[in-house]
Every structure is written in structure tokens, then in C-alpha cells.
């Protein structure tokens, strides 16, 4: 059943205009990390790790929780229209099993857009800095530690968007979550905060590892802030109707 609920969920997707955003926005934050490392070569030396904390520092702040958002509005318009949601309510699927569907689209889309921003990264590197070589394999670390450091940012959207009916104002959340979390990362408490942790994840704005000897902290974190908003998601499906 899950199965089903996971193809159903891809099917949206099928020459759907999100497929506009998922292009478009890498490309502006890759532009505009690349403009920014441009015009600071004054202060930067010219190496692949300084042009990943341009490039991460637009991208972790405003770009990725903005998509995320988008992602997760986008999956639940349907539901959203009518009397759509009584017909998912009184279908014979369990309501969190649609819930963990949209969760595992979204999961698909984040990691092929982060696999575009590399591409982007490597791209620009090479054609627009003119760096020497390739990048260090530290930065397709990063780029995983972002996409596990995203999956509450995931989870997070996805119950904000069930509960809102408006496609803006979840978008709006999660830019403001993005700020709040450079904020609250700046002060050594980015664990507690999920927009954080996919920052923390992408190592942005940082030339030295921001989580050297602090692994066990951050996948805990990680583990903990999903199990947390999957049980929330849980109740708020088993014991409540979303209005819609």
C-alpha cells in the first residue's frame, strides 16, 4: 500500500511546473555564490573550499528551505482541494503511510537537487573561477551531511504544509526558520534547531569542518528532531481532521 502511495505521489510530479523551480533556483543560488566569491577575492584566496562557503551560504539560508517548502506545498495542493481530504481520510490507507509517501518523494527531489547544486558548484568552479584541479572530496561529504541534516527540514514542511491550506505562507516559515537557524547556529546551538542542522550538514560559511569530533551530536540530532515530528505528524493524522 505504501508502494501505491509513493507511485501516486510521483505522478504529481509528471510535467509538473515544480520541475521550473527545481532548475531554476540552483542555478540563482549558484550565481549569485559565485558573483559574491567574484567580488571577494580581495578577502578569500582562491580555492575550492572558499567558493563552496559562497556557494552553501545563499543556498542553506534562503534556497534549500525555500524549495523544500515549494516540494512539500506542491505534494499536498491536492489534498488541499474540495472535499479531497474526507476522501483520503475514509480511503482504506493508513493516513501516516501517505504522509511517509510524500516524505519519500520530497527525499527523492532534495538529494537530485543536491547532487544539481554540486553539479552547478563544480561547474562554476571551473568555468567562471577557473580553480585549479577538481573539488576535494570533503565537499561531496558535505553535500551528503546537508541532505541528512535536511530530512527534518522535510519532515517539518510537510506537516506545516498538511496544516496550512495556503501555498505561500509555509514558504514564507521556512525562509524565516533559515535565518533563525544561522542565528542560533552562530551561537553553538544549531542542534536544536532542525533548519540548522542541514547547515551544520553543509559545512556554509565555514572553511574548517563544523562538525569536527561532533558527529555523534549531530546524528543524534538529526534522529531525534525526525523521530519527533513523525510522532507529531502521527497524532495530528490519527486524532484529528486537517481542515482543508
Keep these: 500500500m505504501l508502494y501505491r502511495c509513493i507511485q ?18 540552483p542555478v540563482i543560488s549558484a550565481g549569485y555564490g559565485t558573483f559574491n566569491y567574484m567580488q571577494n577575492l580581495g578577502l578569500l584566496t582562491e580555492s575550492w573550499y572558499n567558493l563552496w562557503t559562497q556557494h552553501t551560504l545563499f543556498y542553506s539560508l534562503f534556497f534549500f528551505p525555500a524549495m523544500v517548502a515549494i516540494y512539500a506545498a506542491y505534494l499536498w495542493r491536492l489534498e488541499h482541494l474540495g472535499h479531497n481530504w474526507n476522501l483520503i481520510m475514509s480511503a482504506p ?6 504522509f511517509f509517501a510524500k516524505f519519500i518523494v520530497v527525499v527523492k527531489l532534495v538529494v537530485l537537487t543536491q547532487f544539481l547544486i554540486f553539479t552547478l558548484y563544480c561547474l562554476c568552479g571551473k568555468i567562471f573561477a577557473a580553480l585549479p584541479g577538481w573539488p576535494p572530496p570533503d565537499t561531496l561529504f558535505f553535500l551528503l551531511r546537508g541532505a541528512l541534516g535536511g530530512l527534518s527540514v522535510i519532515a517539518l514542511q510537510l506537516i506545516l504544509s ?4 495556503s501555498f505561500a505562507i509555509p514558504i514564507f516559515i521556512a525562509l524565516f526558520g533559515g535565518i533563525v537557524g544561522m542565528l542560533v547556529a552562530s551561537r553553538g546551538k544549531g542542534l536544536c534547531w532542525p533548519y540548522a542542522l542541514m547547515q551544520y550538514g553543509m559545512n556554509s560559511n565555514k572553511s574548517e569542518d563544523l562538525l569536527a569530533g561532533n558527529y555523534p551530536s549531530f546524528f543524534a540530532a538529526c534522529l531525534v528532531w525526525l523521530v519527533l515530528l513523525f510522532l507529531v505528524a502521527r497524532q495530528l493524522l490519527s486524532c484529528r481532521d486537517v481542515r482543508s
Excluded: G, Q
Aim: cysteine-free; aromatic content about 10%; charged content about 20%.
Design 93 to 98: 490507507v493508513r493516513p501516516l503511510a501517505l
Design 8 to 25: 501516486a505521489e510521483n505522478r504529481k510530479l509528471h510535467a509538473s511546473p515544480i520541475w521550473i523551480m527545481f532548475f531554476l533556483l
Design 162 to 165: 498538511m496544516l496550512i491550506r
